[in-house]
């Protein structure tokens, strides 16, 4: 079985403790060979300024292709074209296109007045531009906001149509979650790549708080097996175990990337990525 292509996901940081976290986590991963690596924006957009300086900084120093988030929240249509115009004159050639979470303490996502209105009209925005490969998110099971089961790949199709390259899907924890979905975004007429999102267990009680506000279904029988293994002391073994698992079933049922969301934190998914046969190169970090 061939090894996957692998990406990781990093968040930027919000202090001097944090920043030394992340640049150590992408020099913990870089010798992976990721096909790239893509940094989120902070709900509501809050950390806007300090996504397009870890971008830069990252592009830079460590030679990877930088796929930045970009959302709708929070900006009008001009300003958040000129961010991505931003990244361009960066060298940042890939983004990932989102509608965002809403602002803290708001109830749900209300467009600015003079933004993108979802995240179909900002992919069509960075389309007709014609600069850059643009990822979407997919969700194979409900988003929160979903109106109904098939809303969801409704959405995805409008986004590929839109000019969207391929999808990457929120984290699950039981891969026919993922076939099911690719199976119907199959019989939809979606044919770009859709690339299942990896979530590495770095704790538990942190990672089921996480899946239900994302709509990620937890597994009765996960859950029963992290608290035996809590009790044995085995859960970073478990972790492991369990996420090396899905990765197989997922590469053994056609999956021929994956993208690991690493929460800044390199140690489990460097040895996921190990198990599953990958091995490090060297990397020399440039001097800026």
Not at 157 to 172: C, E, M, Y
Not at 255 to 277: I, K, Q, W
Request: with cysteine; proline share 7%; aromatic share 8%.
């Amino acid at each position: 079985m061939a090894s996957p292509r692998i990406s990781f996901e990093f968040f930027p940081p919000q202090s001097l403790e944090a920043s030394f976290n992340l640049f150590e986590t992408v020099q913990a991963l870089a010798p992976m060979s990721p096909e790239f690596v893509s940094v989120t924006y902070g709900a509501g957009g809050t950390t806007r300024k300090l996504t397009q300086d870890a971008v830069g900084t990252i592009h830079r120093n460590y030679g990877l292709n930088v796929a930045a988030h970009l959302t709708c929240v929070e900006a009008t249509r001009s300003e958040t074209l000129a961010i991505a115009e931003g990244y361009h004159a960066a060298g940042v050639r890939q983004i990932v296109a989102l509608r965002g979470d809403a602002p803290n303490g708001a109830a749900k996502f209300v467009p600015h007045k003079d933004g993108f209105a979802h995240s179909v009209e900002l992919v069509a925005a960075l389309a007709r531009t014609g600069k850059f490969e643009i990822a979407v998110g997919a969700y194979p099971e409900p988003h929160p906001d979903a109106a109904d089961p098939t809303a969801d790949v409704r959405w995805l199709k409008r986004k590929v149509d839109a000019g969207a390259a391929k999808a990457i899907t929120q984290f699950f924890f039981d891969p026919d979650v993922f076939f099911r979905f690719r199976d119907d975004c199959v019989a939809a007429g979606i044919h770009v790549p859709i690339i299942p999102g990896i979530l590495p267990i770095q704790g538990w009680a942190g990672t089921k708080r996480f899946a239900a506000r994302c709509g990620a279904k937890v597994p009765p029988k996960l859950d029963e097996a992290f608290a035996t293994a809590a009790r044995d002391g085995r859960e970073d073994l478990l972790a492991l175990t369990q996420c090396t698992a899905l990765c197989d079933r997922l590469i053994a049922g056609g999956a021929e990337d994956l993208h690991f969301y690493t929460l800044n934190r390199p140690n489990l998914t460097r040895e996921v990525v190990r198990a599953l046969g990958i091995v490090a190169q060297p990397v020399l970090e440039k001097v800026a």
